[in-house]
């Protein structure tokens, strides 16, 4: 077990706009940082980050916490993962029992997939590295294709000896069970129930997940033998998606992340090559077609694109029907060619990296214009051609969702078609009613892409979701209340020199709490003051419950920040709730209480009219008309202490 003392370490050498900020673009907003959200699929950001608070929060999603709550919640790590992550990150030395030593299999599947495939990589390093078999095959082809050692170590590319067993047999002595060598394609099964290596005769390429572990391989043979497929790759497994991975992204997301741009090509060598001469914002579809996971991967860090392209005519074209779904997620995309006959890892070879980063500078295009001349090229004169371009160039268009960007497009691309910008708009209202009627949404025709109304941005919480009643949101805001300011001391008339939380706790001792988890919360507090403790908000939202991390991240977090600037701007001055502490907080008892007597009051009324026992009927009245009085009481109270 990880100690709690090495625990309370990471916890205090944890930045979590940093550990997030490697996942997700960050900006700056007031006192929070916003971005788009790493779990949905959104155009607006809805995704906020609280340095001060030490928390996330999804608006979109739901999802919120920790550091180690965010990393548990995008990589499917368990808890001590993303301890050991972050431990990692800010070189925090672990202590850690036999039992739990990594060298063993660990507990769960995926982790045992994990280790499998981590021990391959290092397998193929010495392999390509220490062996002469290697050495003379493997690192010969990869320094010929012009890589350097650094390259070839920084992406731990190694060697699969040309053995039937070499990997399976090292693997099996060293004692990794054959069902995840199996699942993880590195071994393959004989009908006798030996196994055999995958991947032997190739040199492989490790695929890294967005953390830096490694998943899955692709492996390359060197023989020129027809019947001997030219790449094997690594089967779908639990821990590896091909649909949800990009190659290189690991070491590129950085550089995405500080030029605000990635740079797409199609293979492992194109990755290689292109980091190699400087551009390190890099990463590759693997060969499969992209897909809109992977495009979204690409959205958490920068929402701009450029393709690289190899000069195959052929294969541009096949290729520009696919990236349209790039239009569709909201990102800009531009696009390179290169000469015929090159692709991006030829053509840096050729003319060197200087004049690779000049060509890309000069040749680099939007999408939507490249498209145009492209198929204008193709199409020619012939008018039936010509119309049929102009229909597909306008669906690309419509599939923009930002209506500015797609009006200029469509101007500009008027003018390259020579021909009038209202046929292009006609077309275009045409496409997106046919698309609105399909989905059964109310078309909109005069708004080509209708923007969602805006929210009421002072709203210092969230409304309550229409799953949470009125009297849950009470109960809510009586822990919001503890979570906030339940450490700060009392200094009202007549009341002092005592915390709020305490105070708060004795005044609700007659309170019982309907939600749960509330009840729960309210259960540990009381708990904690008993025993001495104050508890404060990071108490609860690194609690080992995760339905009190969720309750505590969900009533610390807001949607909204207000601008600092609000005020010398406007001159509107909105109120706060901590210049009457005092308001705040009676308030969210006595709202509270009020609730409470008013469903007691309910269900007296409904039993006097159910009771014809007229001692029974004086007894419920008795009880009833008490209550009106404590509600009177109540609602006095409320008013003179929340006007004051």
């Not at 050692?149 to 039937?164: A, H, M, R, T, V």
């Not at 990794?176 to 009908?191: D, H, I």
């Amino acid at each position: 077990m990880i100690s709690k003392l090495t625990i309370d370490k990471i916890m205090e050498a944890t930045d979590i706009v940093e550990v997030v900020g490697e996942f997700v673009q960050l900006k700056k907003r007031g006192a929070n940082y916003v971005g788009l959200s790493p779990f949905a699929n959104e155009r607006t950001p809805s995704f906020t980050v609280s340095p001060a608070k030490g928390i996330f929060k999804d608006f979109s999603s739901g999802k919120g916490g920790s550091a180690v709550t965010f990393l548990m919640e995008l990589e499917k790590f368990t808890y001590p993962e993303a301890l050991k992550w972050l431990a990692k990150k800010y070189g925090i030395e672990i202590e850690e029992t036999e039992e739990n030593r990594e060298d063993k299999e660990a507990e769960n599947r995926r982790e045992s997939l994990m280790i499998v495939t981590g021990y391959a990589a290092k397998f193929f390093q010495e392999s390509l590295w220490d062996t002469e078999e290697g050495k003379n095959i493997g690192l010969s082809y990869f320094k010929e294709r012009g890589f350097s050692n650094d390259i070839i170590k920084k992406f731990e590319l190694g060697y699969s000896p040309d053995q039937w067993e070499a990997f399976s047999s090292a693997a099996e002595k060293a004692g990794y069970q054959p069902e995840f060598m199996l699942e993880s394609g590195l071994s393959v099964k004989r009908e006798n129930g030996t196994l055999y290596d995958r991947y032997r005769g190739r040199v492989m390429f490790p695929i890294h997940s967005f953390t830096g572990r490694v998943i899955a391989f692709g492996g390359r043979t060197l023989k020129s033998d027809k019947n001997v497929p030219k790449y094997v790759n690594s089967p779908e497994s639990e821990i590896y998606h091909k649909s949800n991975v990009l190659y290189g992204l690991f070491f590129a997301k950085k550089a995405i992340r500080d030029f605000d741009n990635c740079y797409l090509v199609e293979g492992y060598a194109d990755v290689l090559s292109v980091f190699q001469a400087g551009i390190e914002n890099v990463v590759a579809s693997s060969g499969t077609s992209l897909t809109v996971e992977q495009i979204r991967l690409i959205g958490r860090l920068t929402k701009n694109i450029t393709i690289l392209y190899d000069g195959d005519a052929a294969g541009i074209k096949a290729s520009l029907r696919g990236l349209d779904l790039i239009l569709e997620e909201g990102l800009n995309v531009k696009v390179v060619s290169f000469p015929d006959g090159h692709d991006p890892d030829s053509y840096v070879r050729q003319v060197g990296s200087t004049a690779f980063k000049q060509h890309i500078e000069q040749n680099r295009q939007d999408f939507i214009l490249y498209k145009t001349n492209i198929l204008l090229k193709d199409a020619g004169t012939d008018p039936i051609r010509r119309a049929e371009v102009i229909r597909e160039v306008v669906e690309s268009i419509a599939k923009i969702p930002d209506s500015i960007k797609a009006s200029v497009f469509i101007r500009e691309c008027s003018h390259q078609m020579q021909i009038e910008e209202r046929v292009l708009l006609t077309e275009l209202n045409k496409m997106r009613l046919n698309k609105s009627k399909k989905k059964g949404e109310q078309p909109e025709p005069s708004n080509f892409f209708p923007e969602q109304p805006p929210e009421d941005l002072f709203a210092d919480n969230p409304a309550p979701a229409n799953n949470i009643s009125k009297a849950l949101y009470k109960e809510r805001e009586v822990v919001r209340v503890l979570l906030l300011y339940g450490n700060r001391m009392i200094d009202w008339d007549g009341i002092a020199n005592t915390y709020i939380g305490p105070f708060m706790i004795a005044e609700m001792s007659d309170v019982t709490f309907e939600e749960p988890v509330c009840k729960q919360f309210v259960d540990i507090y009381r708990e904690q003051v008993e025993n001495g403790v104050l508890p404060e908000d990071q108490f609860f939202i690194h609690h080992e419950d995760k339905q009190i991390v969720d309750l505590a991240v969900d009533l610390l977090s807001t949607k909204y920040a207000l601008s600092e600037n609000w005020y010398d701007m406007h001159h509107i001055l909105v109120s706060d709730e901590q210049q009457n502490m005092r308001g705040t907080v009676l308030g969210a008892i006595f709202h509270l209480k009020m609730q409470k007597v008013g469903k007691m009051l309910e269900e007296l009324r409904k039993e006097l009219q159910e009771t014809t026992v007229p001692e029974d009927q004086e007894i419920l009245m008795t009880r009833y008309m008490h209550l009106k009085k404590v509600e009177k009481h109540i609602s006095d109270y409320l008013g003179s202490v929340i006007i004051k």
